[in-house]
């Protein structure tokens, strides 16, 4: 791990996680955010896509549109488009507290007449809590850490504040919208981190997502996390012998010692190939990317809780 990678991602206010799904994109998240509160900060965990199972991952019920406690120094809240709209409604706009039911209408076709709009009240959130302040001025969240959209998504998301700019040229929205892309394209205040694992469609996609938020929006991922890095059991020393040993004369010689052998060897095979469709990702992504990676070992845990997301958490800190 470059040095001091984790410290320089706490220095920032948010933290946006975003992955192909299956890479451990919201296991990730929950262990970022363990971490930090572990260093002493009071951390805010959002659930962009609402999937309902972020508390899961605490061994806790189910949150809403409020943050509610997850474990000491985190708070958690998933995202609810129409809480989101009243919201906005009642912080941007300076419209009173009021029922959406009778403006529910108005609202879709606004939604539908202005694009990205639904994804500025996602991004709007994230703006409004890290702007959060105690009773004595300090930030209500020390950090934020961003369980985001998977890379399908998370472009359009994250750059519809921006684009929205482009779309309506003065007033309230705007001056909002403005502010919103100011904190996602600013490096020192948010931090979007690519999560991929060592597979050929992972990382390929993973290349082609940091080319696109080059080429469509002024945000700049800042670091890769690899998830279910596999050890290396062999060794650089060893690979060479294990070669002979399944190829030719050496692979005839041990099978007439050991005849019932050739089991050992086919696994011999898979650990050779998959130590190098491992290094074969990794050094892709490096070359592709030149982005610091934290490359994090395979967690064999099918659970996931609390414990996981503590283990997980141990692997990231002395990875």
């Not at 709007?124 to 959060?132: A, P, S």
């Not at 290349?207 to 690899?226: C, S």
């Not at 696994?267 to 130590?275: E, G, V, Y």
């Amino acid at each position: 791990m470059p040095a001091g990678l984790l410290d320089e991602l706490f220095q920032r206010r948010v933290i946006v996680l975003t992955g192909k799904g299956g890479t451990g994109k919201s296991t990730t998240a929950a262990a970022l955010a363990l971490l930090a509160s572990q260093r002493g900060k009071e951390v805010l965990l959002i659930e962009v896509d609402a999937k309902g199972n972020l508390p899961d991952y605490f061994d806790v019920p189910r949150v809403g549109f409020r943050a509610r406690r997850l474990h000491r120094g985190i708070n958690g809240l998933s995202m609810q488009s129409k809480d989101s709209m009243q919201e906005y409604l009642h912080l941007f706009l300076k419209l009173p507290g009021i029922s959406l039911r009778p403006m529910e209408g108005f609202i879709e076709y606004v939604s539908g007449a202005i694009p990205g709009i639904k994804e500025v009240l996602v991004t709007g959130k994230i703006y409004w809590e890290q702007r959060l302040t105690r009773d004595g001025g300090e930030p209500r969240w020390d950090l934020i850490v961003v369980d985001g959209a998977p890379t399908g998504h998370v472009v359009s998301q994250l750059g519809a504040a921006r684009h929205l700019t482009s779309l309506v040229r003065t007033g309230p929205i705007h001056d909002q919208a403005l502010r919103i892309a100011d904190l996602f394209a600013d490096p020192d205040s948010t931090a979007v981190v690519l999560v991929a694992i060592p597979e050929e469609m992972p990382v390929s996609e993973t290349i082609d997502l940091h080319q696109r938020f080059k080429r469509e929006t002024d945000i700049r991922p800042v670091a890769v996390i690899l998830n279910q890095v596999q050890p290396d059991r062999i060794g650089a020393e060893r690979v060479e012998a294990m070669e002979m040993l399944l190829h030719g004369d050496e692979r005839n010689r041990f099978l007439e010692q050991h005849a019932d052998g050739e089991p050992l060897l086919f696994a011999a095979r898979m650990t050779l190939d998959r130590r190098q469709r491992t290094k074969h990702a990794t050094d892709l992504l490096q070359r592709s990317l030149k982005l610091p990676m934290l490359e994090v070992p395979y967690l064999y845990e099918r659970r996931h809780g609390f414990a996981f997301t503590r283990a997980l958490a141990a692997l990231m800190e002395s990875s």
